[in-house]
């Protein structure tokens, strides 16, 4: 009866095993035999108890494996299953042959459907990385901005720039062998930061035009780094990136600017490197997020405009080594007073620069580079109402210099004088304008000595709020205090008196009516 039994199920088992469908486990067998190979395979088996099963006349192979929990023996059938993880038998190819598994196994690019590049945007993001090509290699990459990395500060060059993203970094170098590296390191010679690449506008997809390319323009770039007397001259020691974007169009223009350094020593020299990315565009917003409704509040940014076109208030702000940035800049926040300072390097100007160059520049430099104009009265200004904007006054230097031939009168202090004043309730008053001013102090300049000048920038606030005075006929608090220490003593004395008096002729009184009414 067992027999038959064990039979039955084995006809069934096989039954599985023909339709397709056996039970996944784990074959210890297999996976030690294929371990040797590198890896393990997974088989697909049908498993029954091997006590039901006297005897085995299945073609395909058995095996007999212990149960989870290692109590009993299962029984199990491997199917043929062309499905299982390792790699077939392969084919003998002919010559004939060729052309048809070529075109049936053949891609257009070595990289697997999972590991093709996702699509891109038909524009850039705020902080997407920007786009390069290298037209000689077909190569798309990314700009770079390094950053420093670890308590050491050393520079990591595989940051990409963010769009939109304006921001300074700065990071450490160190050279094992000056006079090689000096030759050979990329990072110090100008050159490949704006040499065989272009910018993309927008990020594109398909083939790369010549339209969609924009060239990176250099700024007076300096020669190639060269070793001279134990000393590596034209090291790059600071990048400046200004890019020029316009909405969804992309980046319209990109220049580059440099400042070089040397470095003198073999093992173990450093340099110190600092990158600026710069976003600016063309087309100004005429609105700007409120300052105050409408009065201003104290923290929010002062807000200005030129020719419609709406800004906030900025001052000069100072690098990690103490030079003027270009273009990054504090902005001048209501009801705080604020002194910056920083030097601002002429070297690359004093030769080839007049006095009226040179004043511009640091025109330029003290007051940013979009000129002020107007500042809003108050918080919530729109650029289309007149009445809501006062002219900024705006008293500029003499040019003459006094007892000196080869000196020019610059500005080295710009000093912004602001007056305001409270309106409205009391009990909630508003903060407005009344005025404002950019008085410019300055120095002689004696060519060609100086070629570091150092600038400041003072913000101050002044209240003119004229309080009203208080209001008259109110009642006011009249306070008495007693002549001496006896004196609710001697009013407590006085009423006693008083109230025994009036007890007297009340009596009196009594009597005499009693008298006559009984007689």
């Known amino acids: 009866m067992s027999g038959a039994r064990g039979r039955l199920l084995l006809a069934l088992l096989l039954a599985r095993v023909a339709a397709g469908s056996p039970a996944r486990l784990r074959d210890p067998g297999a996976a030690a035999s294929a371990r040797l190979a590198g890896g393990s395979r997974s088989a697909g088996q049908v498993c029954v108890e091997k006590s039901i099963i006297f005897r085995a006349n299945t073609p395909y192979p058995t095996d007999i494996i212990t149960a ?5 023996l299962l029984f199990c059938v491997q ?35 999972s590991q093709a590049q996702p699509s891109l945007s038909a524009f850039y993001r705020a902080g997407d990385p920007i786009l390069t090509y290298f037209d000689s290699s077909s190569v798309l990459s990314t700009l770079r901005q390094p950053v420093r990395m670890g308590a050491s ?48 506008k927008v990020p594109i997809n398909g083939t790369i035009v010549q339209s969609m ?17 134990n000393t590596c001259n034209n090291v790059v020691s600071e990048v400046v990136y200004e890019i020029e974007f316009n909405s969804t169009h992309g980046i319209q223009s990109v220049s580059v600017q440099f400042k070089v350094t040397s470095i003198t020593g073999d093992s173990g020299s450093s340099l110190q490197q600092h990158f600026t990315l710069h976003f600016w565009t063309r087309t100004l917003s005429h609105t700007l997020p409120r300052s105050g409704n409408p009065g201003y509040i104290v923290g929010a940014p002062l807000l200005i405009a030129n020719g419609g076109a709406m800004q906030h208030m900025t001052i000069l702000q100072s690098q990690g080594d103490g030079s003027c940035s270009q273009f990054l800049r504090h902005k001048v926040r209501f009801g705080r007073n604020m002194r910056t300072g920083c030097k601002l390097n002429l070297s690359q100007i004093l030769e080839e620069s007049d006095c009226n160059s040179i004043q511009e520049k ?54 912004i004088q602001i007056l305001w004043t409270k309106e409205g309730l009391l009990s909630n008053p508003q903060a407005q304008m009344l005025g404002a001013r950019y008085f410019y ?25 004229e309080w009203p005075e208080a209001p008259r006929g109110q009642p006011r608090t009249y306070w008495k205090l007693p002549f001496d220490f006896f004196f609710p003593f001697k009013v407590a004395l006085t009423e006693e008196r008083s109230y025994r008096s009036d007890l007297v002729g009340c009596f009196l009184l009594i009597l005499i009516l009693s008298s006559i009414f009984c007689f």
Request: with cysteine.
């Open 153 to 200: 500060g050393l520079c990591v060059d595989g940051n990409p720039a963010g769009f939109l993203d304006s921001k300074s970094t700065s990071c450490t170098r160190i050279f094992v062998n000056l006079s090689k590296s000096c030759i050979t390191d990329p990072a110090l010679d100008a050159a490949s930061y704006y040499r065989d690449f272009t910018v993309l």
């Open 79 to 113: 199917p043929d299953d062309s499905n299982l993880n390792y790699f077939q038998q392969p084919q003998h190819i002919k010559e004939s042959d060729f052309l048809k598994f070529s075109e049936k196994y053949g891609r257009h690019s070595f990289l697997t459907l």
């Open 213 to 229: 390319q924009v060239k990176i323009t250099p700024v007076a770039p300096p020669g190639a780094p060269y070793m001279k007397d």
């Open 441 to 465: 102090q300055c120095q002689p300049l004696k060519f060609p000595s100086m070629s570091v000048v150092p600038l400041t920038t003072v913000v101050t606030f002044t209240d003119m709020t």
């Open 362 to 415: 640091l025109y330029k430099a003290l007051q940013g580079m979009n000129r002020a104009g107007d500042l809003a009265i108050v918080g919530s200004a729109h650029s289309s109402r007149a009445e809501e904007w006062t002219t900024i006054l705006i008293q500029n230097c003499s040019v003459q210099a006094v007892n000196c031939t080869s000196c020019c009168m610059v500005p080295v202090t710009l000093e």
């Open 68 to 72: 989870p929990g290692g109590r009993d």
